[in-house]
């Protein structure tokens, strides 16, 4: 199987990360994806999520180590991405309701990131913004937007362990470059 987006719990005991399995034909004709724990020597691994229909991408550990973020297409149909929460065992996973399920064209959440207290989870749009929302859905706002003259592309982004700046990367292929500017927009 290949591995990707790989999160370290906050205890630096465990990886979570985001696999398929090659040797599956359900996961080369359907291309689903899971989230697998593993040890910090890639052993004892455990499939913690099992969305034979779609996908679940970037886990992100809660700062207190007791729940997992990330991004999943369940429920809502092939490639409409919402955001879920779990317990670290991949029980009691739920969704986030934060008002952006009817939002047209979708905002394609990314790259979940949860701020230092464990309160609001970051992420990325397809619109290229960051938004902020409390973890139960509620005070969804947009905190960045990365519309420039230039129009370069933004790809992804880090949260400053004080919560007041981003890194971003932005651009194509080699021409890549990383800004990091407030949590306001500013550079």
């Given amino acids: 199987s290949r591995a990707q987006s790989p999160a370290w719990s906050p205890d630096n005991r465990?990886?979570?990360?985001?696999t398929a399995n090659d040797t599956?034909?359900?996961?080369?004709?359907?291309?689903?994806r899971s989230i697998v724990l593993m040890d910090v020597f890639g052993r004892n691994q455990q499939v913690v999520t099992r969305n034979r229909r779609?996908?679940?991408l970037s886990p992100t550990w809660s700062p207190d180590g007791r729940s997992i973020a990330f991004v999943s297409d369940r429920g809502f149909?092939?490639?409409l991405p919402r955001i879920y929460i779990m317990d670290a065992d991949g029980e009691n996973v739920r969704h986030v309701p934060s008002g952006h399920d009817t939002v047209f064209p979708p905002e394609w959440p990314s790259w979940p990131t949860w701020s230092?207290?464990?309160a609001s989870i970051f992420f990325r749009t397809?619109?290229?913004e960051i938004l902020v929302m409390d973890i139960d859905g509620a005070n969804r706002r947009r905190v960045a937007s990365l519309e420039r003259v230039n129009q370069s592309i933004f790809r992804w982004f880090a949260v400053s362990p004080?919560?007041?700046r981003f890194a971003i990367v932005e651009g194509e292929d080699e021409r890549e470059t990383i800004t990091v500017m407030d949590v306001h927009g500013a550079d």
């Fill in 14 to 18: 465990w990886i979570a990360a985001t």
């Fill in 24 to 32: 599956e034909p359900l996961a080369r004709i359907h291309d689903w």
């Fill in 54 to 56: 779609g996908t679940d």
């Fill in 77 to 79: 149909g092939v490639r």
């Fill in 116 to 118: 230092r207290d464990g």
């Fill in 126 to 128: 397809s619109h290229s």
């Fill in 162 to 164: 004080d919560g007041q």
